[in-house]
């Protein structure tokens, strides 16, 4: 199981709408190859500047796909910022918008997010300043417009031009018809998404021609949005409160009658696994910050009665998977009763599971409704109600505004600062493959490993790196993985440098607050230990068939010198008898043992018994120890 997260028409048409309002309102002259003249043209064409800018708000309604699902919409706009778009799915809805002073999300499950993280706020300010028509600024200090050249787009030579800005990098292509000067469609460049938009079926409505129907597809996500407008208003009675921050809701009790309660878990291969039951049954659900919503298992949920809808498009720490929709009946984990939650579901998350068997994700959605507690040494989560929640350690609290709905931190690996993600759904700390590109670190040194996954199988180089420091705690010589291929998922996005897993964040005393976007790290019991680490270089998995089995093998590594082959069976350990069925945590255990252990396997190979031997040595021995002085005290 590696991280995860899975895309949200939240986070997705919160961007659409930033594009849209870009579109909307710019200047007029003459043409030529001026880009401020080929824009004159443009806005004749649809109406007029000055009947543009006296606009003073817009409502509009109509029908809306997202990837396999259908619904409808309806959005409230008022410049400067406030807006208000609704969209409901039947199966799931939601509603985000802008105060005017906060932009905010209110997702399926009545949970409330104000967008705090950094990169929000640059886009809010850059939608301030197209508002107030700072883009129409030949010298402006914050635009620059530009002519690329005469473009085909969907066989219409096209006028393209380019509008940067030096708040962030973000770039936006706008093609313009030749004949008509009419926007057909634009390509908006972000680090970690490409928006590319179409745009038609243009109809008058009180002296401006607005589009009815935009198409757009966001990569490497492959998600789609398609909005089809049946009804577009100018200038209607807008009710202020539309904008105005939500309530969330409240949809659990504890029992206790307390304002906090424990829960015990299991950390099990660096995951995190919570007894939930659920109609009376309880099974493990892993723990997962790094979940935009909470999944079940789909034969689970079958099992369990519950009816899967819809289709959607979601994506992992690698690569894109499809996810269905249900309702939850009521549940419970520890003394906490909550009520009915709208879920992700996914094929094989059982399956592909080992021990323990995960039957579903406890994610975003959850966690949010509290300040969550996590004491590894202890192995209890403590969920705080927020209102009542007061830190009084000595600890160290960061800020971590929320991108993606996942904590997002400052880390330093090696002199390398950047912003990285919190996913308690990851066994292991990774870098995302941009940073790793950005900085030379895709051909370091290490140990080829895998990790199985929501999204499949993925590749990585797991290295030894001399210092990983987090607001002053310094954690030398800490592995973080570098994955193989830049994927689809989360190891292609450039805004984040990396992701904190388990392997690091169990050296800590961790709080997470929601509300308050931040976390709390104190010095676990075991800050200063390494962790087991494997010393073999052989993963062991299962056949087909239940009997332990060489799943992978790194390359010179004592496993693979010593002659295996992905794929023998493993019938003894040490003279130890393995038998079909029988789990393969503890012989994953032996070979995270002493260096120096001897481990002597028995093996089944296209039906021929052989034997192999080898000795458990430290596979990082030559790599860097150290926090050098060139980190903050």
């Known amino acids: 199981m590696s991280n995860h997260q899975q895309g949200q028409p939240g986070r997705l048409g919160r961007i659409l709408h930033i594009l849209l309002l870009v579109l909307t309102p710019l200047a007029a002259g003459a043409v030529g190859q001026d880009p401020y003249q080929i824009l004159h043209k443009h806005y004749q064409a649809i109406g007029g500047l000055e009947r543009l800018q006296a606009v003073e708000g817009s409502y509009s309604e109509g029908r809306v796909r997202y990837d396999g699902l259908n619904g409808t919409f309806r959005q409230w706009e008022r410049p400067p910022l406030q807006y208000r778009n609704e969209e409901d799915f039947s199966i799931i809805s ?40 700072e883009h129409l600024n030949p010298d402006s200090s914050f635009f620059s417009l530009n002519f690329a050249g005469i473009t085909d787009l969907d066989g219409q030579e096209c006028y393209e031009l380019i509008l940067d800005n030096r708040i962030n990098t973000d770039r936006i292509h706008f093609y313009f018809d030749r004949q008509s000067y009419l926007l057909l469609g634009s390509l908006y460049r972000q680090p970690d998404v490409e ?153 094989g998350l059982t399956s592909r599971s080992y021990e323990p068997e995960i039957f579903g994700i406890l994610g975003y959605d959850f966690l949010s409704r509290f300040v969550v507690e996590i004491d590894y040494d202890r192995a209890e989560v403590t969920l705080h109600e927020p209102e009542s929640f007061s830190y009084q350690g000595s600890g160290r609290s960061i800020a971590a505004p929320l991108k993606y709905r996942t904590f997002t931190l400052p880390v330093n690996l090696e002199g390398l600062p950047s912003q990285w993600s919190l996913d308690l759904g990851a066994h292991h700390s990774s870098i995302h493959y941009p940073f790793a590109e950005r900085h030379g670190l895709l051909n370091r040194d290490g140990v080829d490993t895998v990790s199985q996954g929501m999204s499949g199988i993925s590749r990585e180089t797991t290295a030894q790196f001399s210092c990983l420091e987090i607001d002053g705690f310094r954690l030398p010589g800490h ?91 493993i019938v003894a350990m040490n003279g130890e008898e393995v038998t079909d069925g029988q789990p393969i945590l503890p012989l994953r255990e032996r070979l995270r043992g002493p260096v120096g252990t001897p481990i002597t396997l028995r093996l089944l190979r296209q039906g021929e018994t052989l034997e192999s031997s080898f000795t458990l040595a430290d596979l990082f021995a030559d790599a860097p120890v150290g926090c050098p002085d060139y980190l903050s005290e």
């Open 94 to 133: 939601q509603v985000e918008g802008d105060s005017g002073e906060e932009a905010w999300l209110l997702d399926t499950n009545g949970q409330l997010l104000i967008h705090r993280h950094p990169d929000t706020q640059k886009r809010r300010q850059i939608r301030l300043l197209l508002d107030r028509y």
């Open 195 to 347: 928006i590319h938009g179409r745009y038609g079926d243009f109809r008058w409505v009180d002296g401006i021609l607005v589009a009815f129907y935009s198409h757009t597809l966001f990569l490497p996500w492959e998600k789609e949005v398609e909005n089809w407008t049946t009804t577009h208003l100018i200038d209607p009675v807008i009710d202020p409160k539309l904008f105005a921050l939500p309530e969330k809701s409240g949809d659990y009790r504890i029992s206790s009658g307390k304002e906090s309660a424990t829960v015990p878990f299991r950390l099990v291969e660096n995951l995190i696994y919570l007894p939930v039951s659920l109609a009376g049954d309880t099974r493990e659900w892993v723990l997962d910050s790094g979940a935009t919503m909470s999944v079940i298992d789909a034969d689970y949920a079958r099992a369990m009665g519950i009816e899967i809808e819809g289709t959607i498009r979601g994506y992992g720490f690698g690569e894109l998977f499809d996810l269905g929709f249900a309702a939850l009946p009521p549940y419970r984990v520890g003394d906490i009763d909550f009520a009915s939650q709208k879920v992700y579901v996914s094929d």
């Open 479 to 569: 592995l973080v993985s570098i994955p193989r291929e830049r994927g689809q998922g989360a190891t292609a996005l450039g805004e984040v440098g990396g992701n904190l897993g388990n392997s690091t964040l169990r050296h800590f005393h961790l709080i997470l607050d929601y509300p308050g976007q931040r976390i709390i790290l104190e010095r676990g019991k075991h800050f200063d230990k390494s962790g087991e680490r494997d010393k073999s270089g052989l993963l062991i998995g299962r056949s087909e068939e239940g009997q332990a089995m060489v799943s992978f093998l790194a390359s010179d590594s004592p496993a693979s010198r010593a002659g295996l082959e992905a794929g023998d069976l």
